[in-house]
């Protein structure tokens, strides 16, 4: 498996999945992975359905590279 050059983000809020967007560029190490994780407080995501994220429900994004053949 080779980096295609692509990092996705996974969103979460209470520990349900609402999507995820793919990006280009390749992210470093320290950046990706479930203990990097981060929070927002403040803010809407945007998928089938509009998110809202507040100080009692955040969302939490992961990000990974994505890899390929």
């Known amino acids: ?3 295609t050059g692509n990092h996705i983000v996974e969103y ?5 999945f609402l ?13 990706i992975g479930y203990l990097s994780r981060g929070k927002m407080t403040e803010g809407i995501v ?5 998110y ?7 969302i939490m994004f ?4 994505q890899q390929g053949r």
Request: proline share 5%; no cysteine.
């Open 1 to 3: 498996m080779k980096n």
């Open 12 to 16: 979460y809020q209470k520990n349900k």
């Open 19 to 31: 999507g995820y967007s793919v990006y280009e560029g390749v992210l470093p190490q320290s950046e």
């Open 46 to 50: 945007q998928f089938k359905k509009k």
């Open 52 to 58: 809202t994220a507040t100080f009692e429900n955040p």
């Open 62 to 65: 992961m990000k990974y590279n």
